[in-house]
């Protein structure tokens, strides 16, 4: 069975005819007794692990929203860039040639980009809203401040030491 160094923490494998006897630590050297209710440890170990698990996958899924939001700003600028240059094109159109389909289908597609343009701008405020707001629960107690001090103990130690 697995055994865990309240000393060292330690791992390591204990044979079960060592239960209830004393066995040396091999990280750190100290005596230990080993009783049968640490047959447990094994679950605190994959326990352990699981949570360790979940923090690698939480940093994952955070760092592929920052790249999503990353991307949704390029295509949000690159949008409203073309958007811009549509109308110029649109309008220096009108000027040469008059009001036509040419025009009209750039200032359709430009108002499509800048629709476009929003809608991802929109996406990435959500995503980084989403980032901003922390994992843990808020608690449900306010905590207990009443065994506190206001320092004034230490202050009056400091001065019998002198």
Same mark, same amino acid.
């Given at each position: 069975?697995?055994?865990?160094?309240?000393?060292?923490?330690?791992?390591?494998?204990?044979?079960?005819? #060592? #239960?209830?006897?004393?066995?040396?630590?091999?990280?750190?050297?100290?005596?230990?007794?080993? %009783?049968? !209710?640490?047959? %447990?440890?094994?679950?605190?170990?994959?326990?352990?692990?699981?949570?360790?698990?979940?923090?690698?996958?939480?940093?994952?899924?955070? *760092? &592929?929203?920052?790249? *999503?939001? %990353?991307?949704?700003?390029?295509?949000?600028? *690159?949008?409203?860039?073309?958007?811009?240059?549509?109308? +110029?094109?649109?309008?220096?159109?009108?000027?040469?040639?008059?009001?036509?389909?040419?025009? #009209?289908?750039?200032?359709?597609?430009?108002?499509?980009?800048?629709?476009?343009? +929003?809608?991802? +701008?929109?996406? &990435?405020? %959500?995503?980084?809203?989403?980032?901003?707001?922390?994992?843990?629960?808020?608690?449900?107690?306010?905590?207990?401040? !009443?065994?506190?001090?206001?320092?004034?103990?230490? #202050?009056?130690?400091?001065?019998?030491?002198?």
């Amino acid at each position: 069975m697995q055994y865990v160094c309240p000393h060292c923490e330690g791992i390591f494998e204990v044979a079960e005819e #060592a #239960a209830e006897q004393e066995v040396t630590c091999p990280h750190c050297g100290q005596l230990l007794m080993v %009783s049968r !209710s640490e047959e %447990s440890v094994t679950e605190t170990v994959r326990q352990e692990e699981l949570d360790s698990a979940r923090i690698q996958q939480v940093s994952r899924l955070r *760092t &592929a929203a920052m790249r *999503t939001r %990353s991307y949704c700003l390029i295509a949000c600028g *690159t949008c409203a860039v073309a958007a811009v240059d549509l109308i +110029w094109r649109a309008a220096r159109r009108m000027v040469t040639d008059g009001v036509g389909r040419v025009p #009209a289908f750039y200032l359709l597609a430009a108002a499509f980009l800048a629709w476009f343009a +929003w809608r991802m +701008w929109s996406r &990435a405020k %959500s995503i980084a809203l989403e980032l901003r707001r922390t994992l843990a629960a808020d608690p449900v107690d306010s905590p207990d401040f !009443s065994d506190l001090s206001d320092g004034s103990q230490v #202050a009056e130690n400091l001065e019998h030491l002198r």
